[in-house]
């Protein structure tokens, strides 16, 4: 139980075009969904929490307006890099928490971002 | 205060042998301390986790040992095998604010 899945796995982009990533819980219902970055051989910095119905909440230096989340249902997240530069090229990780247990966060897979 | 230091940054234990990560917190309102893997390229996957009312959880070969008074706490794998071989991250959270507060990471290598 409690699988998280992203997709695409991977994307390649130009410059200046944007790119949307889904994260789902496949078996159970994640009222609130967090959006990570990972540089290589570095920890993950989380980028915002995105809770069901509103809107979410980005950490101190992150750009909203270029990185857009939604998160429209219970099972479903998106993250929208918008106009997309070769310095957003990175690991993008989402995790969701489930209803029932507030402290657990189970992580999806990641999506390698390569802008060129 | 929203700082989890750990240590050390990598790690090279024979196969076998007891690896030791240790990781220290300053803010007193954590209450959930997680311990994720991570191999390359995949997203982190939960290990084992340990609230400060219990001073130690084991599971299986994975072991927590929780200092409150030092706000320190550790995780110990016993009989380390090369599937061991990865990286880990220590966490920390409040009831109050659920964002996860993540370790440095440590890459563990065990050999032969």
Redesign the interface.
């Known amino acids: 139980g409690a699988v998280v899945s992203q997709h695409p796995s991977w994307v390649i982009c130009k410059s200046g075009t944007s790119v949307k990533i889904e994260c789902r819980s496949l078996d159970f219902q994640a009222t609130t969904m967090f959006w990570y970055r990972q540089f290589p051989k570095q920890s993950l910095m989380l980028m915002a929490t995105s809770n069901e119905g509103s809107k979410a909440t980005y950490e101190q230096g992150v750009e909203k307006d270029k990185f857009l989340i939604n998160h429209a249902s219970l099972t479903l997240s998106t993250l929208t890099v918008t106009s997309a530069h070769p310095e957003d090229s990175s690991f993008y990780i989402c995790s969701a928490r489930e209803r029932e247990w507030k402290e657990t966060q189970y992580f999806g897979p990641g999506t390698r971002l390569l802008v060129l | 205060q929203q700082q989890v230091k750990q240590s050390p940054q990598s790690l090279i234990v024979q196969k076998g042998g007891i690896s030791i990560i240790n990781c220290a917190y300053e803010n007193t309102a954590f209450d959930?301390f997680?311990w994720?893997q991570q191999f390359p390229?995949?997203?982190?996957?939960?290990l084992i986790?340990i609230r400060p009312d219990v001073s130690e959880k084991k599971e299986g070969r994975f072991t927590i040992s929780f200092n409150k008074s030092a706000k320190q706490f550790s995780l110990h794998i016993m009989d380390s095998q090369p599937g061991d071989s990865a990286t880990y991250?220590c966490a920390a959270?409040s009831?109050t604010a659920?964002?996860?507060t993540?370790?440095?990471?440590t890459?563990l290598q065990v050999t032969l």
């Open positions: 959930y997680p994720y390229g995949k997203g982190p996957a939960l986790a991250f959270s009831t659920s964002k996860l993540f370790g440095t990471g890459r």
